[in-house]
């Protein structure tokens, strides 16, 4: 069993004024964020995650160029505000934001936060709308970012990246446990499609009045925010493993005869498909699939496609 707490938190962009100065505008954004982030933090998660561009102004509440001034700032103020936030209260923010790279190329990234107040990496992000290029002058990324936080591995996309699969297929096969999303637009369908195709929970936290969510590996919603609450906190199982009905319905009978309640075995009907997570502290998801000999999914999968290639001529 390795439980984990997520936060996923939002709100409106802050609606600053054009007679304001860059700094009164970067305290009020801060102000704002407090009131949000103070509400889940007695929840003590693991992982806050907030959503795309968080401590921008509100667009077209000030002119092009004033919004180009905080973006070339840099925005350190911010920045340090949620260092402070993960070193106090000992968890991981990703703080999605425009940023400066090494080259001095502008990004639109997401950055991890750890628990001790230090920027670990940032993703950045690979499809970018297409304005963002040609009027802001940010620049693609081809890179995908596989992190090994302290609960578990974690990958990440951003907003417009969610219609693309070239991204989704850099993801595959590499482990990723959570997937990190923070967007203006929610993605409908695609995350239940991302969360099941990756085989991980997705946390997505989106602008309201869209609800962020937390998507099972599934592909089913198991948490949200709502039109009430701009926030959704949940805990999830990262003792999981995900296997067809097929090959693997005498070894679940059998399983769940010596562990009980130890073990969980979670069907959503239509797929064929189950998730399987250890309860217990005793139990880890290794030594489950190796004394019952589980096939999983993507195992499967695979021994399905050799079969049908080896055998397209017979």
Known sequence: MRKVIISCVSDHAYVAKESQSIDEIISGTIEQWKLQINKVLPDKPDLLVLPELCDRPKVNSISQGKQMEIIKSGNSKFLEYLQDV???????????????????????????????????????????????NSKLGAKYSEDSLVLDLDFGRVGFAVCFDLNFTELLDKYRNKGVEILIFSSEYHGGLMQNYWAYQLRAFF????????????????????????????????????????????????????????????????????????????????????????????????????????????????
């Open 203 to 314: 946390a997505g936290t989106i602008r309201p009045p869209a609800p962020s969510s937390i998507v099972s590996p599934l592909g089913e919603i198991v948490a949200k925010s709502t039109n009430y609450h701009n926030y959704v906190t949940d805990t999830i199982n990262l003792d999981y493993f995900i296997i067809h009905l097929d090959e693997n319905w005498d070894k679940i009978t059998t399983m769940k005869q010596k562990y009980g309640s130890k073990v969980r075995v979670l069907d959503p009907g239509q797929l064929g498909v189950v998730m399987v997570s250890s309860e217990s502290k005793d139990l880890t998801k290794e030594a489950l699939i190796a004394e019952f000999g589980f096939l999983l999914l993507d195992d499967y999968l695979g021994m399905s496609r050799k079969h049908r290639i080896d055998n397209l001529a017979i």
């Open 86 to 132: 993960a070193k106090t209260n000992k968890i991981y923010i990703a703080y999605p934001g425009y940023r400066t790279d090494a080259e001095g190329n502008l990004r639109n990234s997401n950055s991890i936060i750890d628990r001790n107040g230090v920027v670990i990496d940032s993703y950045d992000k690979n499809h970018l709308v297409m304005e963002e």
